[in-house]
């Protein structure tokens, strides 16, 4: 199956710093790509959806000047967490699904685990 | 998309078929079903999708009931590796709409 990577795994910031999460599709063009959320023992809450060339749909709740969404290309979408918090400490994931395939499944990044101390 | 219900915790011998139920009364004509599992601590894994007949590969089978109102994955073998929260999703056929996921099923595999 198609490949999504993400970097870092994991981090750790302090608070009121910046920390960016990129997002890549290895062997495919992806139009768009999503982002999740997971806080612990919670299921994912999708937070945005990013597309290449254009502005990211956010979800309801979700602060698009808090969580900057730049997808540059066909193949990386990267999500910006500024001046983090430590209720932004959470369980980042990111999927996509292939631009020649959109019916078909989506593949999802290992995630990165934020914790801002 | 349509809602789906799945029990929120199921255990399951190890060798033996874990089977996972799904209740989605509501799903429309042009909806799939689709599972995926989330082991801890890493990013969600396809395992299988069907719009009415059932389906198989080599990690599960999917069974849709004919009125389409609900469904059940099986794991012909559970082994501890399967231990995972699984998650049953519909999704309209068209368009590039993403995954909203429910609470999931949470199974335990044991020895």
């Known amino acids: 199956g198609a490949v999504v990577s993400q970097h870092p795994s994991w981090v750790i910031c302090k608070s009121g710093t910046s920390v960016k999460i990129e997002c890549r599709s290895l062997d495919f063009q992806a139009t768009t790509m999503f982002w999740y959320r997971q806080f612990p023992k919670q299921s994912l809450m999708l937070m945005a959806t990013s597309n290449e060339g254009s502005k990211a749909t956010y979800e309801q709740g979700v602060e698009k000047d808090k969580f900057l969404i730049n997808h540059a290309s066909l193949t990386l979408s990267t999500l910006t967490v500024t001046s983090a918090h430590p209720e932004d400490s959470s369980f980042y994931i990111c999927?996509?699904?292939?631009?020649?395939?959109?019916?078909?499944?989506?593949?999802f990044g290992q995630g990165t685990r934020l914790t801002v101390v | 998309d349509a809602k789906t219900t799945q029990p929120p915790s199921m255990d399951c011998a190890e060798g033996r078929a874990a089977n996972l139920p799904c209740n989605h009364s509501t799903i429309s004509g042009n909806e799939y079903v689709y599972w995926y599992r989330q082991i801890h601590s890493q990013g969600p894994q396809y395992i299988i999708h069907?719009?009415?007949n059932n389906e198989t590969n080599e990690m599960a089978s999917l069974i849709i009931t004919e009125d389409r109102k609900s469904s059940t994955l099986i794991l012909p073998h559970a082994t501890l590796r399967d231990t995972a929260v699984y998650y049953c999703?519909?999704?309209?056929?068209?368009?590039?709409?993403?995954?909203?996921f429910g609470k999931g099923t949470r199974l335990s595999v044991i020895a």
């Open positions: 069907g719009l009415k």
């Open positions: 999927s996509a699904r292939r631009r020649d395939r959109l019916n078909t499944e989506a593949f």
């Open positions: 999703i519909v999704r309209l056929y068209s368009g590039n709409t993403p995954l909203v």
